[in-house]
């Protein structure tokens, strides 16, 4: 199969991740990831959940929403929806796997992923642009003197692959992924193991040889991204 965008059939889409992009959050990226793009901050906020107070242990959650304008239609501004809602848990399902909570101490750090333009892939773009945003959220708490080290167990980020006439692609575009077969969206840490696998055939059922084709490709479109995370943030981790 033939990609509007020229690239392979195994390639990600062209990632460009500017750091400190807004003035007051902590942390905070704007991602771009071939035609999405998401801004990314992670905010501190002393205090916890009430189910986690006096336990000596942090939180990381997440919210989520599109921009108007973000799509080739308007969509109606603080909209919620269940889609909204299943994003925002799993970015923040997906941060919490990676974050040493009881090093973080009784404090909350707040994602807010905002999409600024919608071309397909904007969960697994705010999972890879949040992660970033939170670790330079978590670097200033540690040059602020409450912990020696930046509690973070491993890098993690996203990526989706699907299934188009038979082709196995990584990394769908809007186009692609509302005529795929079947699509995908898989989080990965560094290490290689799995945080979760969101499957569906759309179109068409799929085998398990597949499935296990996907599993690859997208493992190796994961790590293609966590190496740009790890080069942005050599200066930290």
């Known amino acids: 199969m033939v990609r509007s965008d020229g690239r392979g059939q195994d390639k990600i889409r062209k990632v460009k991740i500017s750091r400190d992009y807004m003035q007051f959050a902590e942390g905070s990226v704007l991602i771009e990831l071939g035609n999405t793009r998401v801004v990314c901050t992670a905010s501190v906020e002393e205090s916890v959940p009430p189910f986690l107070k006096g336990t000596g242990t942090g939180w990381v959650t997440a919210e989520y929403g599109m921009l108007p304008r973000s799509c080739k239609v308007r969509i109606h501004r603080n909209k919620d929806s269940g889609r909204t809602y299943e994003i925002q848990r799993l970015v923040g399902r997906s941060l919490r796997a990676v974050v040493d909570m009881k090093a973080i ?39 602020g003197g409450l912990f020696n080290k930046i509690p973070i167990k491993d890098f993690v980020a996203a990526t989706s692959v699907g299934i188009i006439k038979g082709d196995v692609l990584l990394d769908l575009s809007y186009e692609e ?61």
Do not use: H, P, Y
């Open 177 to 237: 992924d509302s005529q795929a077969d079947v699509d995908m969206n898989i989080v990965m840490t560094g290490k290689g193991e799995f945080i979760e696998i969101q499957g569906t055939a759309e179109r068409k059922t799929f085998t398990k040889e597949q499935m296990d084709k996907l599993l690859t490709l997208s493992k190796a479109g994961i790590e293609d991204l966590i190496d740009i995370q790890r080069n942005l943030l050599k200066d930290v981790l």
């Open 105 to 143: 101490g009784e404090r909350t750090i707040w994602i807010d992923c905002d999409v600024i333009q919608a071309d397909g892939g904007t969960r697994t773009a705010s999972i890879t642009g949040s992660f970033i945003a939170l670790v330079d959220a978590l670097n200033k708490l540690k040059k």
